[in-house]
């Protein structure tokens, strides 16, 4: 199975609001209400900011949200801030217990 | 403090093998699935392999079945993944992590590096 599709770069200023979006097929991202959002700064893991589509973990400010349509989904980060420049990536269950990742965007604060 | 620590990493000769395992502590070990994901130095994740709570049930990305064998035991509270016939493109970062969450997951380790060269 492939990657799932995330833009490879997105930017945006402080205060402003920029959105990610991930693609993939009615075989993971459309069929079942499973994607997550992770953010990983350089050096570190991963951390999970967004499961289930919109649902956010303890701890991960509301200026985090994710929505789907179809096959895509989308992270928006609102009233940007500079600790959020990071990398980013989507994930989804893709069947019989198995995980696709997409291939991360790297959101840079301008 | 709800933690995983990943030991075993390093260097091995294509074709050979290694065992990576990881410790948990802070949670109920055996009520989560649990999963490896690696990632390559600047590429992105790749999910590796899940196992159920019971361990009865394994799954792998197609890349890795047959070679790759994740196991665990509750009672020692550790995860563990068996690398065999190793490749080049298996020379990667391994995370261990929890699945919190359905197809979340909110425990990370800090990874353990696997060095494929001769």
């Known amino acids: 199975q492939s990657a799932l599709t995330q833009p490879p770069s997105a930017s945006g200023s402080p205060g402003q609001s920029v959105t990610i979006s991930c693609t993939g097929t009615?075989?993971?991202?459309?069929?079942?209400?499973?994607v997550s959002w992770y953010q990983q700064h350089p050096g570190k893991a991963p951390k999970l900011m967004i499961y289930?589509?919109?649902k956010r973990p303890s701890g991960v400010p509301d200026r985090f949200s994710g929505s789907k349509s179809g096959n895509t989904a989308s992270l928006t980060v609102s009233g940007l801030q500079a600790e959020d420049e990071a990398d980013y990536y989507c994930?989804?269950?893709?069947?019989?217990?198995?995980?696709?990742f997409g291939g991360g965007t790297k959101l840079t604060v301008l | 403090e709800v933690q995983l620590v990943e030991s075993g990493g390093g260097l091995v000769q294509p074709g050979g093998s290694l065992r990576l395992s990881c410790g948990a502590s802070?949670?109920?070990?055996?009520?989560?699935?649990m999963t490896w994901v690696r990632q390559a130095p600047g590429k992105g994740l790749e999910w590796v392999a899940t196992?159920?709570?019971?361990?009865?049930?394994?799954y792998y990305v197609d890349s890795v079945k047959g070679r790759f064998t994740i196991s665990r035991d509750n009672a020692k509270r550790s995860l563990f993944l068996q690398l065999n016939s190793l490749r080049a493109e298996d020379m990667t970062v391994y995370y261990c992590?929890?699945?919190?969450?359905?197809?979340?997951?909110?425990?990370w380790g800090q990874g353990t590096t696997v060095t494929v060269s001769s």
């Open positions: 289930e589509v919109t």
């Open positions: 009615s075989s993971d991202v459309g069929g079942y209400n499973s």
């Open positions: 802070g949670f109920t070990f055996g009520d989560y699935w």
């Open positions: 994930s989804s269950h893709a069947g019989t217990n198995n995980v696709l």
């Open positions: 196992i159920k709570p019971d361990g009865s049930e394994e």
């Open positions: 992590a929890r699945f919190g969450y359905y197809f979340g997951i909110d425990v």
